[in-house]
């Protein structure tokens, strides 16, 4: 299924046994019964809904390659980038929706804000040095109640925190 969109590959997974756990601009999550702890994360490089370029598959490689780290980021499996078909498949860790993520979300994007001086709010410690390692000038923070889950520990983990300006799309997936 390598090179297959998030749209052809949907009736594949679902033919062996994954289900649907969760979609957004860019990309769909399915997990399986046998692996109920991983996910499968499918998805497109740009959409044309939004005009943006995901910023995932940058942030899950950098994960990968160990040039970023922190409790507050996912684990991520495997990665496989298809920059010609525009499309990226990531095999990650399962953390789970929980009360609370609009306001931990809002703690976690004004940090980022007031590192980035976009806002005068003061940063909350605990996620400063998670959100300095994405500070680039390329990057749209992504940080939203939908990008914030929890791990069984009770610690939020930002699962997809930047998208790309377009005209830097190159720059990641050539």
Known sequence: MHGATPASASPALRAQGYIQIGRGAFSKAFCHADAPDVVIKVGRLYSKRCGLTDGFPHFAQRLLDGEIHSKF??????????????????????????????????????????????????????????????????FIPDIHAGNVLWDAKGTPIVIDPICITPRYHEEFYA
């Open 73 to 138: 980021f996912p684990k991520i499996y495997g990665l496989v980038i298809d920059a010609v078909a525009g499309v990226f498949w990531c095999i990650m860790k399962r953390y789970q929706k929980r009360r609370g993520a609009r306001k931990t979300a809002a703690q976690i994007s004004t940090t980022h804000k007031s590192i980035t001086g976009t806002v005068r709010d003061k940063p909350v410690g605990r996620f400063r040095k998670a959100m300095e390692q994405l500070i680039d000038a390329r």
